[in-house]
């Protein structure tokens, strides 16, 4: 038992480790109490922070690499039937999300290519899929984390003041 212990021990920190990156990954954070800042000011092929004057609708950003943001694309395409949704594709080509969209659906008002990260970090983007909610120029909500139904019904609709 002794010189299995020393093989074990990385075994379960990977098992930890792999359990706290699932639990985050499935329950994403919510900041909308403390993350009401102004829309930042961005440009990318495609989509501009001038898209948003005025706008109350959601961004979502996504890359055709990100399974989960490939999980949560029906979500966000009933979302689209409901609100203006923009997306935003981080770190991928053109050509990617056209053959992302040809697979899955465009849901997107407008899409914007942020191949360099840009958009991104202006943000406050840490990873992928990161959906926001705009109204009168301000953030009003943030969520990482793929979107659930549940989710878009319990915290999203709400702000939107559509059902």
């Not at 981080?90 to 997107?108: C, I, Q, T, V, W």
Request: proline share 6%; net charge neutral; glycine share 8%.
């Amino acid at each position: 038992m002794r010189k299995k212990l020393p093989y074990m021990i990385p075994f379960v920190l990977f098992v930890l480790l792999v359990g706290v990156a699932g639990f985050a990954m499935l329950h994403g954070k919510t900041d909308s109490q403390n993350r009401l800042q102004a829309v930042p000011a961005f440009s990318v092929p495609g989509l501009s922070d001038s898209d948003l004057k005025g706008q109350v609708a959601v961004v979502n950003f996504f890359a055709s690499w990100c399974i989960p943001c490939e999980a949560e694309h029906p979500v966000v395409t009933d979302l689209a039937q409901k609100t203006a949704v923009f997306g935003i594709n981080f770190m991928d080509s053109a050509e990617k999300r056209a053959r992302y969209f040809k697979k899955l659906g465009n849901p997107y008002k407008k899409t914007g290519d942020d191949e360099s990260g840009v958009a991104a970090a202006a943000w406050g983007v840490e990873g992928m899929p990161t959906t926001f909610v705009v109204k009168g120029g301000d953030i009003i909500y943030r969520f990482d984390g793929p979107l659930t139904d549940e989710r878009v019904a319990a915290d999203i609709l709400p702000l939107l003041d559509v059902k």
